[in-house]
């Protein structure tokens, strides 16, 4: 029996294939189905999920997608990485600068918005080239993620003890 990652990188590298046979870039596959560049990738390594109101728009990109890896691709992914990709230099640089500019980025948001956090699942991501300044090639990454407040845990707004304070309520009755 074949483990779900063996069965994932098998779908993973037939999708590469489509893609590889279009000869299209993730750019170019996003302005056509209106998705950001990354989510197209996301949606090729079988991180994130097609839904079916885009997958006409998908299958029009890529002709050579069949049915069976469109049906595949609407199913809920499974979400992972393979721990060994730090190894890989932009994935290792990627990780650097988070850690770096970090806490800075984290302050600010605190300062901005108040106690919380940015969603990575009400989330977009993009990469563009640009020039600088200097006329040399830019890297811009956009991270656009809605923010999500910590709350106050309060007993009052708990709702499983408010369900079931409601059952303590509840007395039997005895004929």
């Given at each position: ?87 890989d230099p932009t994935i290792y640089r990627l990780n650097e600068a988070v850690m770096h500019f970090g806490e800075s980025i984290k302050e600010i948001i605190n300062e901005e918005f108040g106690d919380g956090i940015m969603s990575a699942i009400d989330f ?52």
């Amino acid at each position: 029996m074949e483990s779900n990652s063996s069965v994932k990188a098998k779908m993973v590298a037939e999708l590469h294939a489509v893609k590889r046979k279009s000869g299209k870039t993730y750019g170019q596959i996003a302005e056509e189905t209106g998705l950001t560049n990354v989510y197209v990738a996301q949606l090729l390594r079988r991180q994130a999920q097609l839904k079916p109101s885009t997958a006409p728009l998908l299958r029009a990109s890529l002709p050579a997608l069949t049915d069976d890896l469109l049906l595949e691709m609407m199913q809920p992914p499974l979400r992972s990485y393979d721990p060994n990709l730090i190894q890989d230099p932009t994935i290792y640089r990627l990780n650097e600068a988070v850690m770096h500019f970090g806490e800075s980025i984290k302050e600010i948001i605190n300062e901005e918005f108040g106690d919380g956090i940015m969603s990575a699942i009400d989330f977009y991501c993009s990469v563009d080239k640009l020039k600088g300044v200097d006329g040399k090639d830019r890297v811009v990454l956009t991270f656009d993620g809605k923010y999500l407040p910590h709350t106050e845990q309060t007993t009052e707004h708990m709702v499983s003890r408010i369900k079931k304070q409601e059952h303590q309520d509840e007395k039997p009755k005895l004929s």
